[in-house]
């Protein structure tokens, strides 16, 4: 069979069987690449519905960017699902359709598990304000010897890209994700501080330090209230290990724990401290 045959049988089959080609086919998938394209538009329009999973009824702007990026995969997701669900029924019949979809999706269900699992836990993700881009987060991953720490740039329905602070990008799966640390949305950061002081001046070192713990609140604006002071398990020798234990504004600890230091050097300078 010479070329010039075969394609003069191609032009008479496109003749027949085009026109219902272009329609039953092509075209439920040229709308719904379309609805792909589109679908940043319309999550952003729709993700005021965003609003219902706050108690305060006003979605943040990063809450707002987390559920367009989670919507707009959704959307694409549903449109080509849809799509291919409408060509099947033109040449299937209804029964032997949904026999087939049934099969598929168990076989699929069953091969493609973890997939599956993204897919469900992402679109979740659109209902529960766990967390959003531009959290600072810690995963505990299922199977991981050590979580994975960093800030969230991107989330989509099937995973998480996180920027870790040692510069590394982490690509997280939405299925494995089971316990979620948020040191955004905390609401005091601790603060821990080690102090070495001579043993035979613990008398008259603690009750200067409790005092400075009642005055501290007013003189330092980070510092939510009195501090603690706790020994350690370290033996008492020649010098004895104590532990102060403080709570400062969420994000502030760093800035505290040099406010604390300032002003204990100034009420112990007669005391040395390593």
Wanted: hydrophobic content about 50%; charged content about 20%; overall charge neutral.
């Amino acid at each position: 069979m010479s070329f010039d045959t075969i394609w003069i049988d191609l032009q008479a089959w496109l003749a027949v069987n085009g026109p219902p080609f272009l329609l039953y086919i092509a075209l439920p998938f040229a709308i719904a690449y379309l609805v792909s394209l589109l679908s940043g538009w319309i999550a952003r329009r729709t993700s005021r519905l965003g609003a219902m999973t706050l108690r305060s009824g006003k979605p943040s702007a990063e809450r707002r960017k987390t559920l367009e990026a989670l919507g707009s995969s959704a959307i694409s997701l549903v449109a080509f699902v849809l799509a291919a669900v409408f060509v099947f029924s033109r040449y299937v019949a209804p029964d032997t359709l949904l026999w087939v979809v049934g099969l598929f999706s168990a076989a699929f269900g069953f091969a493609a598990r973890p997939v599956v699992s993204d897919w469900m836990a992402g679109l979740s993700f659109i209902f529960r304000d766990t967390f959003d881009v531009g959290d600072k987060v810690e995963f505990i991953i299922l199977g991981a010897n050590v979580p994975i720490e960093g800030v969230i740039e991107r989330i989509n329905v099937s995973d998480c890209v996180l920027r870790a602070p040692t510069g590394e990008q982490f690509t997280v799966p939405n299925g494995e994700i089971r316990v979620v640390r948020n040191f955004t949305r905390g609401a005091f950061s601790g603060v821990r501080l080690k102090l070495l002081i001579p043993a035979a001046k613990l008398p008259e070192t603690l009750p200067i330090i409790d005092a400075a713990a009642l005055e501290a609140p007013a003189l330092l604006p980070e510092l939510l209230e009195p501090w603690r002071l706790i020994a350690t398990d370290t033996p008492v020798g020649d010098q004895a290990e104590l532990m102060l234990i403080a709570r400062s504004r969420h994000g502030e600890g760093a800035q505290l724990k040099l406010d604390i230091l300032a002003l204990l050097q100034t009420r112990l300078k007669d005391v040395v401290m390593e």
